[in-house]
């Protein structure tokens, strides 16, 4: 079965469509009541973010834009310290969808929720005339803990900036895809709030923390140097890749720096903390391949120190340069 125009209408279809997919795999005690707006008692500081995801194809190796848009918007949430609490989810769906591939990444939702501990508390559904696409937004709130600050500016001299794995994984995976090439390359897509919660629990001075998406490592780096006023030096030895992904990207003039994943994240912290963070990371499902590939220096922008001894100047990323990944 496919979904049609009846399904956005209101009526019958439109509430079993509700009922049949949603309701399903999204029932919690918030959702339940199907109210015009959830009602949430919050209290202190919280995190609130937005997201929308277009990726194609809708299913690949490593995940689903399901399980995408709820990874996005929980680890932008944990990069400001915040404990994800709940989400809502809009979808747009296309006309000739087949409903065995909506419920298959609805199903996805909810595990991959059900993971980062969060309730998916509102949403909205239209069908549009198309081609049997899909589009889903995601908002989240976080509640952040008293006494608890994470921002990019925080950055002073000396501290230490630690990534929790292999770069550019997501976006080879996406690019294979559609470029019809074979390999194993897989998307690292993945919650990362037991990575967050370890460093933030065992009192790792955390000073700023990202995940690394579109515009990849290069770009989040600089826009950490300038919100706090530094300059970042990389060592290029350091930056983990997977062979695979590197030989993909020669292939195709790529540069790691710049490709996006849905499933890693950099945290600055003080020196002092660096070998104890990287050993937590390392300790989590997601940060067996952590590594400390940069320090904070006096000056401005970001630099990379090569292999070949030289060194390079790592400025943002230009232009959509690689297609769209989420």
Do not use: W
């Not at 990575?195 to 990849?216: A, F, H, S, W």
């Amino acid at each position: 079965m496919q979904i049609n125009m009846s399904h956005g209408s209101g009526g019958k279809a439109s509430a079993e469509l509700m009922k049949d997919i949603f309701g399903k795999y999204f029932s919690n005690e918030v959702l339940n009541k199907m109210e015009d707006a959830a009602v949430l008692e919050l209290h202190g500081k919280f995190a609130y973010s937005t997201d929308s995801f277009v990726v194609t194809p809708v299913v690949f190796k490593g995940g689903d834009i399901g399980k995408l848009s709820v990874c996005g918007t929980v680890n932008d949430l944990l990069m400001m310290g915040a404990d994800p609490a709940y989400l809502t989810a809009g979808f747009i769906l296309e006309e000739g969808l087949e409903l065995s591939l909506l419920e298959e990444i609805v199903a996805s939702m909810a595990k991959t929720a059900k993971e980062a501990g969060v309730k998916i508390v509102a949403g909205d559904t239209k069908v549009v005339e198309g081609k049997g696409g899909l589009f889903i937004n995601t908002s989240g709130i976080g509640i952040i803990p008293e006494g608890r600050t994470i921002g990019a500016a925080n950055c002073t001299e000396g501290d230490l900036v630690l990534v929790s794995g292999t770069l550019g994984d997501h976006h080879a995976c996406i690019l294979s895809a559609r470029m019809g090439i074979e390999n194993q390359i897989a998307s690292d897509c993945a919650c990362l709030k037991s990575m967050v919660q370890l460093l933030l629990e065992n009192n790792i001075r955390v000073k700023t923390m990202r995940d690394v998406t579109r515009g990849g490592l290069g770009t989040i780096l600089n826009e950490i140097a300038d919100a706090s006023n530094c300059s970042i030096e990389i060592k290029e030895e350091s930056i983990p890749v997977r062979p695979e992904v590197r030989s993909f990207c020669d292939i195709l003039g790529l540069d790691p720096v710049y490709m996006g994943n849905e499933g890693k994240m950099i945290a600055v912290v003080a020196q002092e903390d660096g070998e104890k963070a990287l050993a937590l990371m390392r300790e989590t499902e997601y940060g067996g391949e952590a590594a400390v590939i940069a320090q904070v220096v006096s000056g401005k922008g970001v630099y990379m120190k090569t292999r070949l001894g030289g060194s390079r100047i790592v400025d943002v990323l230009y232009g959509e340069g690689l297609p769209r990944i989420c």
